[in-house]
């Protein structure tokens, strides 16, 4: 089964996550927005290789470390979705704008689609595409574990913003109530900031994409 351990990084602390086959001993990070001294030294200490990085979206606190770390180890980049491309493209400027150290733009090895699967070791993972917070967000779904990293399109208790450009709010509310909520209400999830949630516990409560509204 696919094992994970939650990292947040960055000064918006985000919740990057090392997810890694217990029977390979290969990992992936999941959105490794910096601090990547630390990133590296977590994975030593648990005994694992790297091979990947998975990226949810463009923004710098999910995708600012991913040139770094790439250079330092030689792993491959899968993701986001090529909508995302000009946001990538955007990584210096971004940087510049919140305060993060310099970033280069990079050309991920794997745009992904609807319907990919990413693999870790042995364990794979389905590709979900999920516009609304950028045009090019993905979902990382792992089935046998029942367990989602989201990024940012939903949180407990809330959503991601739209008010970036190319952002939707509509689009957004059926990224969740279409794609996310039908995989199952036992399905848990890791979302790009706070705490985890449930599908199920989001879809009775939460304000904006529950059940009552």
């Known amino acids: 089964m696919l094992r994970h351990r939650i990292i947040p990084v960055t000064p918006f602390q985000q919740n990057c996550s090392l997810l890694w086959c217990p029977e390979t001993q290969k990992a992936a990070l999941v959105d490794p927005g910096g ?36 250079r330092r180890t030689g792993v491959a980049i899968e993701g986001p979705q090529e909508e995302d491309r000009f946001w990538i493209d955007a990584l210096p400027q971004q940087s510049q704008m919140f305060g ?11 745009w992904l689609n609807e319907g990919d699967i990413v693999c870790v070791g042995r364990q794979n993972l389905r590709v979900f595409h999920t516009p609304g917070h950028t045009p090019g967000h993905v979902v990382f779904f792992h089935e046998a574990g029942r367990l989602a990293w989201v990024g940012d399109v939903l949180f407990a208790g809330s959503i991601g913003r739209t008010d970036f450009p190319r952002g939707d709010f509509k689009t957004l509310v059926e990224s969740i109530r279409g794609k996310l909520f039908p995989l199952g209400d036992d399905v848990a999830f890791i979302p790009g900031h706070g705490p985890m949630s449930t599908f199920g516990e989001e879809r009775r409560s939460n304000p904006f994409v529950g059940d009552t509204n």
């Open 100 to 110: 993060f150290p310099q970033v280069e733009r990079f050309e991920p090895d794997r």
């Open 35 to 70: 601090e990547i001294d630390r990133l590296l030294t977590v994975i030593a200490d648990e005994g694992l290789t790297l091979e990947k990085v998975l990226l949810t979206h463009g923004h710098i606190d999910h995708a600012g470390g991913t040139v770094e770390l790439a």
